[in-house]
Structure formats: C-alpha cells, structure tokens
C-alpha cells in the first residue's frame, strides 16, 4: 500500500501543468470558464493540440496511436490536471467507443481506413444504439440491414443519438438475422451519414438545448466491408465496449474541480452576517458529498490498480457509473440549491455568456446544467439496469 | 374534524377542473407561456368573470370574502393544469395584503381593478444578497418632504413584466436584517426611476429585477404603518406559502399518475416495466410523498384559516415537506420515463421544472427545517 507519487510522476505532473500553461488556447478556456457552450471548431482545435503532445486517445495501444505509453499513475495524473484547468471534455464517440472497436474486431482496411482520422480529429462519429422501443433492452433493437449482393440495406429509426448533427459516420447495432435468441442476429455496422436516406432531426431536451437527435434510416445502401467482426458479433462487440472505457467513467476530476468552485463561490454568498458555505445544513451537504466523492475516487483507483496488474474488469465499472453519476447529480443540485432565486431566470444556449443575463456572472448555466444532468442516471445503462448488473454479476442474485 | 368541502367550494373546484380540461390543453399552455405576454390576457378575463380573482377579498372591499380554502382549491387545481396565468403574484401575494392593510384609497384604486381583471400586482420582497430572509432588506425610503425616494434593488420579481404596480418592501430605519424599520409602498410600474429588466424564468413564467434609482413617491404610497411592513408582507409570505404548496400538490398528483400509467404501457425485456418491483416501490414512494404533503397543506392551510398560535410553524413544516417531496417525485417521474422525461416536448419535464422553481420560491427545505426549529 503507498499513496504517495514518485518523482518521475511529480515531474509528470509539472510537465503537464507546463503544457497546459502555454498550449491551453486562450479564447476556449475563457469559455468553458464562462460554460458556454463550445463550437465544433473548438473542440477540434482542442483535440488536436492533445493528440499532438500524444495525450488525446491515451488509452489505445501505441502502435495504433503512435504514442509513448503512459502509466496508469501517469494518465490519473494527466486527467485530474486536465479537469482541474477546466478544459474541454474530448468527444468519445470516436476515439473512446469506435476506435477501440475496429482497432480489436476490424480489418486492416477498416484500420487503416477510419483510425487515423479517429486521431485526428478529422472525422466525428456518433452512436447509433438507442430505439424509440429499445431502451434499458437494447437488444431488442429492430433496426434492420438486409445484405443484397454486396450492399446491406438499412432500415429503422436511432434515437437519443447524440451530436449526430455534427457526426460525419455513425456506428450502429444493426439487425441482420431474426433469431430466437434475440442478441445473436445483432451487428455492427459503420454508416457514412452523407449516404442518400439518413436524415437528422433534432430532439430539444428541458434545458432547452440541442445536444440528440433522431436518425432516421430509410433504404440506406451500406458497402458490404463496413461491417465490423462476422454478422451476428455485433451484441459481444457492444458489451466489450461496454466493459472496455472504464477509465475516466466517473468523471472524478471534474467532480472535485467542481465540488471545489461550489465552495469557492458559496463562501461569497452572504447569509444573513456570515456566508453560505458556514450555514450547517449547507456545510454538511458538502462534506457529505465530499466524502462520497473521496470513496469514489478510490474505488476507481483500486478498480484501475486491479487492471494494470492484469486483472480483468467486470461490473465495477457499474458502480463507478453510478456512483459518478449521482455525484454528478449532487454536485449540479447543490449549485442550484446555492443561487437560491438566480437559478430561476432561463436563458438559452446562445444567450448564456451574454451581458443581457441577471444575478452573479456564473448563474445562467447553472439551471440548465442541472436539468440537463437528469439524463446521466439514464444513459448508457440506467442506473436501475446497473444495479441489475451488479447483483447479477457481483452478489450472485 | 371535518375534511370535507362545503357546497361553494366543491363547485369552485369543479369549476376550475372544468376550465383546465376544457380549456387548458397542454398545447395551449406551452403557446401562452412562450407568447410574448407569457400567459392567456383571455383566461384572465374568464377568472374575474367566474368571479375567481376576487374569491379571497374581503365583502367590504368588493370581493367574495371567501377563505384560503377556496384559494388552496384554486391552485391545486392550476398546479394540475401547469397554469402559467399569475393569479399567484397578482391575486394571493399582493391584492390580500392590499384587501387588510391597504388605505381606503388604495383599495379603491387597486382591488376593484384587480377582481376586474384590468390590473396586475407584483410583490417586490427579495434582494441580490437577502437569499430566503424577508427582513434582509438593503433598498432604503428615505423622507422627503411629503414624499419618501427609493434607492436600491429587487431581485427576481414575479409577473414583473405584466405589473401594473408594485409593492416593494424598503429600509426606512434600523439595519439591514431588522424586522422593525422596514416598510412597504405602493408604487406604480412607470415612475420615474424605476428600470426593470425582464426575463423568462425556467419554469415557463416571466419575473424582472427592478433598479430603483431616486423614486419619488407620495407618502400616500405607504400601506399599513411606517417601519412596520414586515408583519404584513410575512403574513401575505405564509398564505402564498399555502397556496404555492397547493399548486405543488396539484403537480405532483398530475406527476405520480402519469409516471404510473407511462410504465404500464412502455415494455422493456418483453412486459411492462411498471412490473418490475424497483420501479413499483418507488412509485408507491411518489405516491407517498403527494399524500403527506396533502397531509400537511390540509392541516397547516386550517390552522392558518383559524388563526392558531402553531400555524407559522406548521406552515414551515408544509414547505419543507413539499420542498423534499416535490424534488423526489419530479425527479423520479423524469427517471422513469426514461430519456423521453429529458425532452421539452413531453409535459413531464415542465412540471418538474415548475416543482424545481417552488421549491426555492418562499424558502427551500433547508430554510424552513431552520425556521420549524426556531418556531
């Protein structure tokens, strides 16, 4: 047992604390310390300027990325310091859930072909899992791909799908075959969504924003060499993706970066002739989250420690899902419980940031974020479906 | 005890039920509350025609002299319909104070205006730095000559855009969180000095801030006694507190039973998943939650009604309630219903929204726990 870093990971840190001071471009991080909303362009820009100091997909194998491999002390390093300097979150879609699929299942063609753009940054993917009728029981997908001659022939509606209206391919679960067994006649199949029969429109969430969509799939003509592993591989290929992004998953860095700002700025909310932060009741919101956070952190530590010593991960990543996520919910909760009436004035997206808005300079984002938060006990597995997951796997029930 | 209704107000309620069904689709409200005025100008003509906006004025003044029974039945009716219409800000926060505090000109100018239809009220309490506390009050009147000038600032006032006037509390003497010095004025929307800056709120209502810079107003404008204001706006503060946790109750009945039909009807793994007991349980909890706080509404709007020496405290008691309640059973409904709850399409995201907004509005849970305690 030791908790402490050694003086290759101190220096580690430092270099990263040096990159972000010089490479962290100004005009994105006056944004995202505003939380407005970032462009395409500046997500990309962002992206890029990662991948070229070799710490955008860090967890592919080097040969795929061209990378000096980092440890797991190393890359906690690199994401905690990236969170705390508040910089933008990278799209998974492509280099976290595609990438790994094609550089495990895929063929040299489909490597050669997708991953180096995956890298980057030049082609943007989006998922397409989630039916109208498929939600928590994703296997129940209906979309359907029919092979003639050397085509598949696409049909059926995606949902919850998010940024499609920026993504330039899609990777769906596709139906190939109706089978008894529901999961086995399930595929993987990469779409380019400029094909004649896709068509986007978009789903306004409570917060009033545009982040998902519906893809509607009509008649969609897909070559024949898009498909990733055998027909009827695409249920194991989606659990291995599921089981394979457990790093980061609970979004710890971010949680204290945040948790920290919501004590920074309710000690300057004046309460009657002290501060928010000294109220009792307030006070102990925090630190009870701050413990639940702390536990958290450390699961996820034990959790990677157990990996990089060979161990293979199983539904703990379930618990950091929901751990990670009702923090998540917490944390977005206690800022609105703190700008008590500020929270209520609405604005949207393109409004935030602007000189029109009321009450203390951070307060516009904050409602929205926490409606918008609703979703994260809902997505990629529910939270009830993880507890599924975990009795089942863990306890045996 | 007796928890039954008298003749007049189980029509009044059937009376509202009625207009909500007939005339308060969800379309029509999602219309009126992103309309320019943020409401229905012809639902409130219908109000004061079915006699609801002057229920609880006083006989004397013109209006039904009804109690805060009838208002209870009014709002829960509208928190079930989603009622965007202000009848909150106008009618229950500021025309009652006005009905029992109000000079005999004031009455005259307002509240036959008000059970008319014609005029909108907006009351001006909260400050940037005063958060739930209603005597943190900074915005200073000062005497000059036979007029009183206000300098300061509002923050988040309710139907401020439609207001005709407001009635905004200020400092006339003690320091800043005195109950004793501060007094409140009546004060018309277009004075000079008075800026409003006006906005949506997420709940799909309109409020403003309002700078007061060097407003003169006669002393006429005073209502009740100089220094003497907080009492009247905390007794207007409790019966809004009655009435806003009625409409609560309203929203979470709406919320349960939505939540319960929608997972009869959506299957997942080939059945309803109304059929999986982690989902049963917790709705059997959102039903719960509704019937407690219906509990405390029920109990805490008779005790105010008879003016018993607990009733403060049982009024705190409600909002803490509806404050924990209406988190959990907003939250639940939209984790229920999946991703569809996170849309802005379905209804079920607006009354959590609405639930999200009342419970800040008057203090959250936390302040009322602290005021129970104190009581």
């Not at chain 1, 000294?278 to 958290?296: H, N, P, Y």
């Not at chain 2, 005339?23 to 006699?51: M, P, V």
């Not at chain 2, 409020?207 to 005073?222: F, G, H, M, R």
């Not at chain 2, 229920?336 to 800040?360: C, P, Q, S, W």
């Amino acid at each position: 047992m030791d908790l402490t870093f050694s003086d290759s990971d101190l220096s580690f840190r430092k270099e990263v604390v040096s990159f972000l001071d010089n490479e962290y471009p100004t005009d994105i991080k006056e944004k995202q310390d505003k939380r407005i909303p970032l462009e395409k362009e500046e997500i990309i820009r962002w992206q890029k300027i990662l991948h070229n100091k070799g710490w955008f997909a860090i967890n592919w194998p080097t040969e795929f990325s061209g990378y000096k491999e980092l440890s797991v002390t190393e890359k906690y390093i690199l994401q905690e310091e990236l969170a705390k300097a508040n910089t933008p979150t990278t799209i998974p879609f492509g280099m976290g859930m595609c990438a790994p699929v094609i550089y495990s299942f895929g063929t040299e063609d489909q490597k050669e072909k997708h991953l180096p753009s995956i890298l980057n940054s030049d082609i943007w993917w989006c998922q397409g899992y989630s039916e109208p009728g498929s939600g928590s029981d994703l296997a129940s997908l209906k979309t359907k791909a029919e092979l003639v001659d050397d085509k598949y022939i696409v049909n059926g509606t995606k949902t919850w799908t998010t940024l499609a209206q920026h993504a330039d391919w899609i990777f769906c679960l596709v139906r190939t075959e109706t089978t008894p067994i529901k999961q086995e006649g399930i595929s993987f199949l990469l779409i380019d969504m400029s094909t004649p029969g896709i068509e986007v429109k978009p789903i306004i969430t409570i917060d009033g924003s545009h982040e998902v969509n519906m893809v509607y799939l009509d008649n969609v003509e897909v070559p024949k060499e898009n498909l990733i592993g055998e027909e009827g591989q695409g249920w194991n290929i989606a659990k291995f993706l599921l089981a394979h992004e457990r790093s980061g998953i609970a979004g710890i860095a971010a949680l204290k970066r945040e948790l920290k700002r919501l004590k920074e700025l309710s000690s300057e909310i004046p309460l009657g002739e002290g501060s928010l932060l000294e109220d009792s009741q307030f006070r102990s919101k925090i630190e009870e989250t701050e413990i639940e956070l702390t536990a958290t952190e450390f699961t996820e530590l034990r959790t990677l420690a157990a990996m990089s010593q060979g161990g293979s991960p199983g539904a703990e990543s379930s618990i950091l899902k929901i751990k990670g996520t009702e923090l998540q919910q917490t944390i977005s909760e206690l800022f609105v419980e703190m700008l008590g009436y500020y929270a209520h004035p609405f604005y949207l997206e393109n409004e935030i940031g602007s000189n029109e808005t009321v009450g203390p300079d951070y307060a516009a984002p904050v409602m929205p974020h926490y409606l918008n938060y609703r979703k994260v006990s809902i997505y990629g597995g529910s939270n009830e479906i993880q507890r599924n997951v975990i009795s089942k796997a863990i306890l045996g029930l | 005890m007796d928890f039954t209704f008298n003749e007049e107000q189980t029509m009044i309620q059937d009376q509202v039920e009625q207009f909500i069904q007939k005339e308060y689709d969800w379309e029509t409200r999602q219309e009126l509350s992103n309309s320019d005025l943020g409401f229905g100008a012809n639902n409130w003509k219908i109000f004061a025609e079915l006699g609801w906006l002057g229920i609880a004025i006083s006989e004397d003044n013109g209006g039904f002299g009804g109690s805060s029974i009838e208002t209870m039945l009014i709002m829960e009716e509208f928190g079930k319909g989603l009622v965007v219409e202000p009848f909150l800000e106008t009618i229950v926060m500021s025309s009652g104070l006005l009905d029992q505090y109000g000079t005999d000109e004031q009455k005259s100018e307002v509240i036959g205006s008000v059970i008319s239809g014609e005029m909108h009220l907006a009351l001006a309490y909260a400050e940037p730095q005063s958060r739930f506390n209603l005597s943190d009050v900074v915005t200073e009147a000062k005497v000059d000559g036979r007029n009183f000038v206000i300098n300061g600032f509002k923050s988040v006032v309710m139907n401020g855009p439609s207001a005709n006037k407001f009635i905004i509390s200020a400092r006339t003497s003690g320091k800043q969180l005195d109950k004793k010095g501060i007094s409140l004025f009546l004060v018309d929307s277009d004075v000079t000095g008075l800026t409003r800056t006006d906005y949506k709120t997420v709940d799909g209502r309109k409020a403003s801030d309002l700078n007061l810079e060097n407003v003169s107003v006669p002393s006429e404008s005073l209502i009740g006694s100089l220094d003497e204001g907080f009492n009247i706006l905390d007794e207007s503060i409790d019966r809004s507190i009655l009435a806003i946790s009625a409409e609560a109750v309203g929203a979470m009945e709406v919320l349960y039973k939505t939540t319960v039909e929608y997972t009869k009807t959506r299957e997942q793994f080939g059945t309803p998943i109304g059929k999986f007991q982690v989902l049963q349980h917790r709705m059997v909890d959102m039903f719960m939650e509704y019937e407690q706080c219906k509990s405390l509404l029920y109990m805490a709007t008779m005790k105010n009604e008879e003016g018993a020496p607990d009733a403060k405290k049982a009024i705190s008691g409600l909002k803490y309630q509806v404050g924990k309640a209406g988190k959990f059973v907003g939250q639940q409904a939209v984790q229920l219903h999946g991703g569809m709850g996170v849309t802005d399409e379905l209804n079920v995201g607006h009354y959590f929204k609405r639930l999200t907004t009342i419970g800040t509005i008057f203090g959250n849970a936390d302040f009322h726990l602290k005021q129970y305690t104190s009581l």
